[in-house]
């Protein structure tokens, strides 16, 4: 099935529209082909053509590069999360294990934009989990515990101090840390592109439909032509079960997301003129918000299981109601209608909110399944990946591998069930917080 998106991406429509795009229109052979051009993929193309100056590497992508999630993503580049789609995290391990990896996440961009001396909006700003219920005091007291003794530094809020921070009295209680950065994932993913190397050859509106592997080649085949290449790696993310690659092991959630204008002078001066700043909800399914640089505000309050090869335009429609009535909760004296641009996207999750980083078989290695932080982790599990597609060793990649590993899931239709299920109690729980 052919995939569309429904071209209303803020962050992209900010952005000049490239000219440069090629099509797969001949038969081809490669040492290296990377299927998906997010961050997972560009990384992973960057660091196989360090390391492999003569290989012929091609990158393919069934839609524009970077329009997938890595440009309809919020822009929190994660040092700590809270609620990792479904639960919180009460294994500590683990949760150390899994912050480890957002720091070399956070490390792998910074030092790909220093390389690159990349303006993406970058801004050290820390960020706020909130709750309009003072009853989620007590959650947001273990969390900062959790964070303190690893020295995360952090503090709580409560409603005047979080009504100054942020312009909004909706908030009752927050833990606030200091670290996690605010970005433009539009200019991060464009960049990425924009840098690719001389012997990356990058085909775009190029679906890769089905794949075999055959003695020591692998083949894939296009809608009008096929590549055979020695190596693969799969960086389709929320696509990869379409694609028959750890199929029961992840499954793709549909986020949406909406930008308003930037507020006027007079409006920006009545919420009192807050700083950039971002929240993250205390109860999962609650509203991700976050006020950008330029005085647009941003929200995400939906998650769904959808297909996700398909924007359907009457879904968007109606998830965008739920936004403005997000934005109205926390702003009722903004006007209405001031939401400028909405967009849905595809995030990958697993049933225990690991992420997935392997060989399948002989030549054929997969890296994706973030949930919602792919940003710091896509950068830095491409790179890693691309080492191990080309017999290296890093210091990242026992640290990858020490990771929880994703579970086996339940097959269809079961899963879908179960998945239908969680997402209708989360919502129910967090109703107050959309
Ligand atoms: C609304 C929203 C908010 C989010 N917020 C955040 C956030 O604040 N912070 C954060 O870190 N993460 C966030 N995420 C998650 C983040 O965007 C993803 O984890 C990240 O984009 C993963 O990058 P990736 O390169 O692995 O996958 P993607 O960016 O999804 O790229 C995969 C690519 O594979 C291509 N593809 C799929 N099938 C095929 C095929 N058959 N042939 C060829 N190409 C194919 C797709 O077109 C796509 O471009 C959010 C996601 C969404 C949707």
Not at 107 to 133: L, M, T
Not at 314 to 329: M, S
Request: with cysteine; aromatic share 8%.
């Amino acid at each position: 099935m052919k995939l569309i998106n429904d071209n209303g991406c803020g962050w992209l429509n900010q952005l000049p529209k490239r000219l440069n795009i090629k099509s797969l229109n001949k038969d081809l052979i490669s040492d290296y082909l990377i299927i998906g051009a997010g961050f997972t993929g560009l990384s992973s193309a960057r660091k196989l053509s360090e390391i492999n100056k003569n290989n012929k590497i091609i990158v393919v992508d069934a839609q524009l590069a970077g329009e997938g999630g890595s440009s309809r993503n919020s822009g929190y580049l994660v040092d700590t999360t809270l609620n990792d789609g479904f639960t919180s995290n009460k294994d500590i391990e683990n949760y150390k294990k899994k912050v480890k990896i957002y720091e070399l996440g956070i490390k792998a961009v910074k030092k790909y934009i220093k390389e690159y001396q990349v303006d993406c909006e970058w801004n050290e700003s820390g960020k706020y989990f909130a709750s309009s219920k003072i009853q989620d005091e007590n959650k947001a007291k273990s969390f900062s515990k959790l964070l303190t003794n690893l020295n995360y530094e952090n503090k709580i809020l409560f409603n005047d101090e979080l009504q100054k921070k942020l312009g909004t009295s909706f908030y009752n209680v927050a833990v606030y840390t200091t670290g996690g950065i605010l970005l433009n994932p539009g200019k991060l993913v464009r960049s990425m592109i924009d840098t690719l190397p001389e012997n990356v050859d990058l085909f775009e509106n190029t679906q890769l439909l089905n794949w075999n592997k055959s003695n020591d080649k692998i083949i894939c085949q296009f809608e009008n032509n096929k590549i055979e290449t020695k190596k693969i790696i799969f960086c389709t993310n929320g696509f990869l079960r379409s694609l028959n690659v750890k199929k029961n092991y992840s499954f793709p959630i549909t986020l949406t997301a909406s930008m308003t204008r930037s507020l006027t002078e007079k409006e920006f001066k009545h919420i009192g003129s807050p700083r950039e700043w971002g929240v993250l909800p205390i109860r999962p399914m609650g509203a991700t918000i976050r006020l950008t640089k330029d005085k647009r505000i941003l929200i995400r309050n939906t998650a769904e299981v959808k297909n996700p090869n398909s924007m359907n335009l009457n879904d968007l429609t109606n998830r965008v109601k739920l936004h403005n009535l997000g934005i109205k909760k926390r702003f009722p004296n903004l006007p209405e209608n001031i939401i400028e641009n909405s967009w849905s996207g595809v995030v990958c999750r697993s049933g225990n909110g690991s992420q997935i980083f392997e060989k399948l078989d002989d030549n054929i290695y997969v890296a994706g399944c973030y949930n919602g932080s792919g940003i710091g982790t896509g950068t830095l599990f491409g790179e890693q990946i691309a080492l191990i597609a080309s017999n290296q060793q890093s210091e990242e990649i026992p640290i990858i591998e020490s990771r929880k590993k994703p579970n086996w899931l339940l097959p269809q239709p079961f899963l879908n069930i179960g998945i239908y299920s969680r997402l209708a109690y989360e919502r129910f729980k967090a109703r107050s917080e959309i």
